[in-house]
């Protein structure tokens, strides 16, 4: 949630502060709730028109932006309201950083959600992305400025691009490429979430700032002060993506895009949810809702549980505490983690991995892709040695 202890006299203390796990399904209900505003569909709309979606449902009437906006936040609504709840903490978002530097190489799959529908926060930013303004209105001179937007949550559903009977064209930017979504593709949608305001509160208050929505300028406190009213979610749609079940993920070195990028880590979060056995990484505590608060979920029309399932490493795969306390002393709570001590040879993917030994000479078992941990061998604190890839020799 946004930091209580907030200085408006030194902007440079303001970092994401992830709620406490059992504050996730109020915030919740506030997210569902303001998807169904007139402000809500407001903004979406808004969004819809300056093309800062990356999903467009087109439908051929007199205003296609309010009727995307409805299509959209319906869905999210829906979304939000079925949703199971989770929270990564830090380690768990670290080793989902570190391992996500290298694509995922099977095809997208339904298999990998630890529910059908979900919302997860994470303990630090999975991703963060710059937008560059200026201290007066274009034209006018000013000073650059540069405000950084922290992805700290996620939300998920199996998603199909058809819409009742009514004839949508989905025009899609994703990881996959820019496309027409045919009518009968699958997919997985994700929506990401940004604390409100987060960009501003990293300024100083009286910050003059350009406005593009305002066309003027503002100082940086007022723009804040502006979107805290009553109702308004403490987590802001900024974002979203469908990952195309049985696609994969461009190659390693591939243009991804910002949201390409945040959903590989996603992604690659949920394969290490759903490692079991020798190969298991995370375990999962599940925090209860209490009696009243689901009483308070039914009335709003929340039909998800409201327990929070806490994914946390497990011990024998938990960094040392002092190197997970020198790669936060590189960390602004605004952009994504260091993980550099804490994986000082990061995760790697082994690919077509047999989940079922005993059954394979009969055909009996599975393949699927295994996130292995990686050991280090040698001196402690002495340098690391890391591959260096093919050496080609060109012949005379």
Not at 335 to 356: A, H, Q
Request: with cysteine; charged share 20%.
């Amino acid at each position: 949630m946004l930091d209580s202890n907030f200085s408006t006299s030194d902007p440079a203390n303001w970092r994401w502060t992830a709620p406490e796990p059992r504050q996730l399904a109020e915030m919740r209900q506030q997210m569902e709730e303001w998807q169904r505003t007139n402000i809500g569909l407001m903004a979406m709309k808004s969004s819809l028109m300056d093309g800062n979606s990356s999903l467009f449902p087109y439908i051929d009437v007199a205003d296609p932006a309010a009727t995307g906006a409805l299509v959209l936040c319906g869905q999210e609504a829906q979304r939000l309201s079925e949703a199971r709840l989770y929270y990564a903490d830090e380690d768990t978002t670290a080793a989902s950083l570190a391992a996500a530097a290298t694509p995922p190489g099977e095809p997208v799959s339904a298999d990998r959600l630890p529910s059908p529908s979900g919302l997860m926060v994470f303990a630090d930013p999975i991703g963060s992305y710059a937008v560059n303004t200026r201290t007066a209105a274009p034209g006018q001179g000013g000073e650059p400025v540069q405000l950084h937007t922290p992805i700290v949550a996620v939300s998920w559903s199996l998603w199909r691009p058809r819409v009742g009977r009514v004839p949508v064209e989905w025009i899609a930017n994703t990881a996959h490429g820019r496309e027409f979504v045919h009518p009968a593709e699958q997919g997985i949608w994700l929506t990401f979430y940004t604390a409100c305001g987060a960009a501003l509160r990293g300024v100083d208050p009286g910050t003059m700032l350009h406005s593009p929505a305002l066309g003027d300028t503002a100082r940086a406190g007022e723009l804040v002060a502006a979107l805290d009213f009553p109702g308004r979610p403490e987590l802001t749609w900024d974002n979203e993506t469908v990952l195309f079940l049985g696609r994969k993920f461009p190659e390693a070195g591939s243009p991804l895009g910002t949201t390409g990028g945040w959903a590989q880590t996603v992604y690659t979060a949920w394969q290490l949810m759903s490692q079991t056995g020798e190969h298991a990484w995370t375990e999962t505590e599940v925090v209860p809702r209490d009696r009243a608060g689901r009483k308070r979920d039914r009335r709003a029309g929340i039909t998800g549980n409201g327990d929070v399932n806490v994914v946390r490493l497990r011990a024998s795969h938990r960094p040392s505490a002092e190197a997970t306390e020198r790669d936060r002393q590189d960390c602004d709570g605004r952009r994504p983690p260091r993980t550099d001590y804490r994986w000082e040879v990061p995760p790697y993917r082994s690919p077509n991995r047999c989940l079922n030994t005993r059954l394979h000479a009969v055909g009996g078992c599975t393949h699927a892709e295994r996130i292995i941990r990686q050991h280090v061998n040698g001196p402690k604190g002495k340098p690391v040695r890391r591959p260096r890839g093919p050496v080609y020799v060109w012949a005379a």
